[in-house]
């Protein structure tokens, strides 16, 4: 019996079917469908999906027989697959010098008639064959050839898809494996940075208590602006190891009250609140589930951003949320807002403040500040699976919103602080 001849590609023939990680994966019922109509139109008892691999042929789906696989040797479709263009029909194996002794002809499943459509990828390879085989010799009609033809396009579009949620997957997981490994310098770099810039800043004040008074003013000036620049630069240290450290949560997930949240966040202000004439307004939330340390950052960062950034003699942050059913999705969507009366972020500058310490006033203009709180709440947001915007539509403030675990595409466009007026009237304000 003659093995079929390798096909001229047949190395970049394996690997790309490697590459598909499809041979010897479970079963799936898009392709035991498929098995089961051909079986049904061309009238065969058996319909194979057949994976031509190095030394074996591979049934991703079959109807008909129980064996997984069989030798490469004895593989009709080893054969159908060197004529990718067309279909190979055997009408009596019997009669065919290619196969009547044939071990499958010979003895069970006792081949006669055989068609296999050729599963060609849209770089030209031809991976196996889509086939239908009967134990009595026959042929497919006009309409049944056309039909195994189209059910095998399927079949390779199939695997045409698996293989592009492969390289995705690839490209995710490398991705992840890059940001982590960012994620390691950064805080490597800064973790290091720390104890020469700490040095500098005792020097400073080393040198003033022994030099002190042999100092003019200008010397002592100068040194008074090194200290200042020392600090800040330990502060954006500090930020950037926040930063960096504000890693995955998936293994952290709790429900968080959210409510217990801006409680404490409005603890944690008391002294910045007690300092003006403040009102923080806030709905009853919702529960989320999240890191409940990293959504305290995240709130505080913006609230007080709100108190901060904000001129009005009487200041107001309102929290809330709106719960909507975005498009076809079966999951309503929250999205969270924190919106002030303040002095508003200019609409060319916006993009501008969630760039890490990017600040739009002088650095002491506004109490200072390192301008890090708006990069560090977008990761934490990020990290929880969901999206931050600014509502481009708020006057007379600003109005951040922000999701917690969806981050549909376009969401930011579904939620405006507008729509929701008609259901201020049930914030209640709370003082402090
Ligand atoms: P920081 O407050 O430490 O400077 P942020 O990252 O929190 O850093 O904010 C970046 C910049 O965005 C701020 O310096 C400020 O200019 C602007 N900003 C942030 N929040 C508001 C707000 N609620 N209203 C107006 N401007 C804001």
Redesign the pocket.
Known sequence: MPAAPLPPNESVRLQSLADYQIVDSLPEQEYDDIVGIAARICRTPIALVSLIDADRQWFKARVGVDVAQTDRSAAFCAHAILHQDEVLAVRDATQDPRFLDNPLVTGAPHIRFYAGSPLVTPQGIALGTLCVIDSIPRELSGEQLMSLKALGRQTTSLIELRGRTNQLEKYRSELERSNEALQEFAYAASHDLKQPIRGIGSLTEFFVEDYGDQLDDSAKEKLELIRRLTDRAQTMIDQMLYYARVGSVVDRLQPVDLNEVVDQVKENLFALIASGQVTIQSRQLPSVSGEPVLLNELFQ?LIS??I???DNESKTVEVGFQTKRIGDEDEPVTAFFVA?N????PKRMRPE?FTIF????AADA?GG???????I?RKIVETHGGRIWIDPAYQG??C?WFTIGSSAAGIENEFRHDNIRSERDVCHAIGI
Do not use: M, Q
């Open positions: 960062n951003n709100g901060k950034y904000n002030d303040g002095i508003g972020i403040v990017r600040r739009l006033h506004y500040g390192s301008g890090a709180g708006l990069t709440a403030g600003t951040f």
